[in-house]
């Protein structure tokens, strides 16, 4: 639903908008989520500034795989469990239970964003855009860790949020997962066998996060009869921060500024310039995407400057040239060429061999690849 409030739609005055929207869906393994969204629209003069702001909330239902996928069961990782009251370490490994959650909710998520563009008319070719937005995710999916739950349930007994995930019974019988004893106290798994120990650590909605920041975009369009026509586009993000709790009753921890092996490279901010030049049938871009450096969180050795805390800047030039046919030529009119190049400097992965010891660096973040030269055809008709 959009809704009017104030003044006219033609763009040449006042105007306050309102629009609504729900949704609805059904699922027949989990609950049903109906989300809304609102938004509000404010143009104080003309189409020359206008403010925005929204509020909405999502959801993501569990895939069919986390909700019945195949479990597993075996036994934990070598365990090293401080004992309750204080003795030796409890050592070897429990039985444990893994895989798909039938009961597992929706995660959810509530979002709102405030933000303004504006085109100013005394600037031609100019707009600029400034959003901040505000995203809580609640209920994401995850497994605890059978080593977490083990050792809070040794500790704390039945004031464990985990204490319902570990049984006890007979050595070598899995239905003790769910019908052996069930604790009563702190320190009982140090008072049992562990091989009598049965966890289940099987998927739970656990874990919460919080992003704000800002969006920020700049556009401007030059035109020169003898020079071509020049887009020039800068769009940025700032991190207030992205916060992350993994554990009921742990604090949050914010990722902003760091690489880490929990969320990835998050920088305090990074940008993406581009420039497209175009005149007659050729056209020619440039690109420069710049992410700042950061922290690695789990750096072990300041003596090699590879394996430090510090991960160096990343900066990458793309580069591409294009030609179009036109009608002056009969075989190939609406055929493009375009040979171009990203990372066309080949700059290297920012080592970060602490958080990313199998890459020695974030490739999700900065790439695999290096240098990349390529060659396209299009033909339109």
């Known amino acids: 639903v959009r809704i009017p409030l ?12 309102f629009e609504a929207a729900v949704r609805h869906e059904k699922y027949s393994d989990t609950d049903d989520p109906t989300v809304p969204k609102f938004s509000l629209r404010y143009l104080p003069f003309n189409n020359e500034l206008a403010f925005r702001g929204t509020y909405s909330e999502s959801f993501s239902a569990p895939t069919l795989f986390q909700l019945f996928g195949p479990g597993g069961i075996g036994f934990t990782s070598a365990l090293n469990l401080t004992r309750f009251g204080g003795g030796p370490a409890i050592t070897g490994q429990a039985n444990s239970r893994s895989g798909s959650n039938p009961n597992l909710r929706p995660s959810t998520s509530d979002n709102y964003t405030l933000g303004f563009v504006w085109s100013p008319k005394s600037i031609k070719g100019f707009s600029m855009s400034i959003d901040y937005f505000n995203i809580e995710q609640l209920d994401l999916i995850s497994s605890i860790g059978s080593a977490t739950i083990l050792q809070d349930v040794e500790l704390r007994g039945t004031a464990s949020p985990y204490a319902s995930f570990v049984r006890f019974g007979p050595r070598n019988d899995t239905t003790q997962f769910t019908a052996g004893t069930p604790v009563t106290a702190a320190g009982q798994i140090g008072g049992n066998a562990i091989d009598e120990v049965y966890v289940t650590d099987t998927l739970v909605n656990i874990a919460n996060q919080e992003l704000a920041g800002f969006d920020i975009k700049f556009d401007y369009t030059w035109t020169n009869d003898s020079l071509g026509r020049f887009d020039a586009s800068l769009a940025g993000i700032w991190w207030q921060h992205y916060r992350a709790q ?72 793309d580069l591409s040239l294009a030609y179009t046919f036109g009608s002056e030529s009969k075989l190939f009119k609406g055929l493009t060429l375009k040979a171009g190049a990203t990372n066309a400097l080949n700059e290297g992965l920012p080592m970060a061999k602490g958080s990313f010891s199998n890459e020695n660096g974030d490739v999700s973040t900065y790439g695999a690849v290096g240098r990349f030269m390529y060659v396209e055809a299009t033909y339109r008709f």
Do not use: C, K
């Not at 104030?6 to 908008?17: A, P």
């Not at 940008?271 to 750096?299: K, M």
């Open 6 to 17: 104030l003044g006219s739609t033609s763009g040449d005055s006042m105007l306050l908008e």
């Open 246 to 317: 993994t554990l009921p009753g742990t604090a949050q921890f914010d990722t902003v500024g760091l690489a880490t092996l929990f969320n990835g490279t998050i920088p305090d901010w990074q940008t993406y310039l581009t420039v497209r030049w175009s005149r007659g049938p050729w056209a020619a871009t440039f690109g420069w995407q710049h992410i700042p450096g950061v922290t690695d969180e789990n750096w072990y050795d300041n003596t090699d400057p590879a394996a430090d805390a510090d991960v160096e800047a990343f900066n990458s030039i």
